[in-house]
Nanobody, 122 residues
C-alpha cells in the first residue's frame, strides 16, 4: 500500500527541540513536494512547511520561521522537520502530505500520514 508514516513526536519542554520524520512506503518521494501540517485541539489544520521535490525551495508559516527547518533525503525516501525553540502553541498532531504538484497551501494533497503527536509543556 502507498503510505506515509510519521515518527519522532513526543513530549518536550518549552525551548526544547524535536525532529520529525516522514517516511514513504510503496512509492518514491522523488517527484513529490512534501508538506508538514499540524492541527491543534479545537483549531483547523494549518500548513507548517513545504519542500519542493528538488529540495531547493522551501517555505514556512510565519509562526515557525527561524525555528523550524524542513529537509529531505530522497535516497532514504524520507522528509524531516527539525523543530527548535519549541513553544506550547506548537502543540498538535503533525502530519506529512505529498503532492505531485508544486507546494500548495490547500489540503488537496495526494497522500497523508496518520500523524504524530507533539506536546510542548512544562
Amino acid at each position: 500500500q502507498l503510505q506515509l508514516v510519521e515518527s519522532g513526536g513526543g513530549l518536550v519542554q518549552p525551548g526544547g527541540s524535536l525532529r520529525l520524520s516522514c517516511a514513504a512506503s510503496g512509492f518514491t518521494l522523488d517527484y513529490y513536494a512534501i508538506a508538514w501540517f499540524r492541527q491543534a485541539p479545537g483549531k483547523e489544520r494549518e500548513r507548517v512547511s513545504c519542500i519542493k521535490s528538488s529540495g531547493g525551495s522551501t517555505n514556512y508559516a510565519d509562526s515557525v520561521k527561524g525555528r523550524f527547518a524542513i529537509s529531505r533525503d530522497n535516497a532514504k525516501n524520507t522528509v524531516y522537520l527539525q523543530m527548535n525553540s519549541l513553544k506550547p502553541e506548537d502543540t498538535g498532531v503533525y502530519s506529512c502530505a505529498a503532492t505531485r504538484r508544486p507546494c500548495i497551501g490547500t489540503l488537496l494533497y495526494d497522500y497523508w500520514g496518520q500523524g504524530t503527536q507533539v506536546t510542548v509543556s512544562s
